[in-house]
């Protein structure tokens, strides 16, 4: 294991504006080698504006990070240098191949000789990029352009991956084997800051920050995070959904009643009591409930309730 004080991003109260515009108000984030930091929020929120200062793209406006060892505003070449990064939008050359994007991006980053054709190998196999060498990235589905820019933003082994979104338009099975690659690297002692708006990849990170209108609202392992939530959830089988629901919702501390088909996913504050003073008024009103359980509160529950709540003040 690596040291449980060795920060790679250490960002205190960054802030960034547009002319009048405040983009990102006041981000503080300490992460550490080899966690797997996700940082979620709505559009809007804020996320890539804090990377993009954290890279060392963007200059913050107030607050300081440092990051890999440098200051971002001071020093952002040297940042770039031992960081890679991963947009969701495909920024690759689709009119290259495989094999030349790969080693474009390898002397991009200075490698070269015995290092370079390593890295080359490693990378290739790793990602099972072999086979497809000399096929044009355009010709490649999502899946496969996302492990080739993977590929791309770790040829140079940088202790520090920033990953923007990085599944989105993905098939599930490649998010999957996205996320095990994610892992193997993070075991390794790569340092990976992730946004997603998956809430189950979310669960898949070691920590994470909600960050909503350039603010964090909160952070720490999911667990915490859902458990600082106070949400009990209940979910009940029923035939008429929709009546359900519209008296589920005059019950006090009601967050949210989502259907799934048939079922109802009750989200409420106050305690594990939720499921049989639910069931009791809907029986009163003379709604059939069929099936009745308790669920597990989720990521997803937690960062819906704390946005609503923010939204609502």
């Not at 991003?9 to 009048?20: P, Q, T, Y």
């Not at 809007?44 to 200051?71: E, F, N």
């Not at 010709?139 to 770790?154: F, H, M, N």
Request: contains cysteine.
């Amino acid at each position: 294991m690596f040291p449980a004080d060795e920060l790679v991003v250490d960002a205190r109260h960054l802030s960034r504006r547009f002319g009048s515009f405040v983009a990102v108000r006041d981000v503080s984030l300490q992460v550490r080698r080899g966690e797997i930091f996700g940082v979620l929020g709505p559009n809007g929120a804020g996320k890539s504006t804090a990377l993009r200062m954290l890279c060392g793209v963007l200059d913050p406006t107030g607050g300081q990070a440092i990051v890999v060892g440098h200051d971002v505003a001071r020093q952002p070449e040297r940042v770039k240098a031992k960081i890679g990064y991963m947009t969701q939008s495909f920024s690759l050359y689709a009119d290259l191949t495989v094999a030349e994007n790969i080693r474009f991006y390898a002397s991009l980053y200075g490698l070269e000789g015995a290092t370079r054709r390593r890295r080359i190998d490693v990378v290739m196999h790793q990602s099972e990029l072999a086979p497809r060498a000399g096929q044009l990235a355009a010709e490649l589905s999502g899946g496969w352009k996302q492990r080739l820019a993977l590929a791309c933003a770790t040829i140079h082994a940088p202790p520090l991956l920033f990953l923007d979104e990085p599944t989105a338009g993905v098939d599930p099975l490649s998010r999957r084997e996205f996320w095990e690659r994610i892992h193997e690297l993070a075991a390794a002692g790569t340092t990976i800051v992730v946004t997603t708006h998956y809430m189950d990849e979310a669960e898949r990170c070691h920590r994470l920050a909600f960050i909503f209108r350039g603010e964090v609202f909160d952070s720490g392992r999911p667990g915490d995070i859902v458990e600082r939530a106070g949400l009990a959830i209940a979910e009940f089988e029923v035939d008429d959904v929709e009546q359900a629901t519209a008296l589920l919702q005059s019950l006090p501390g009601v967050e949210e009643c989502a259907h799934y088909g048939h079922v109802l996913r009750l989200a409420v504050h106050g305690g594990p009591d939720v499921l049989a003073g639910a069931r009791d008024h809907l029986a009163r009103a003379g709604l059939a409930v069929r099936d009745a359980r308790q669920a597990r509160a989720t990521v997803e529950d937690a960062f819906v309730a704390m946005v609503r709540r923010e939204r609502r003040a």
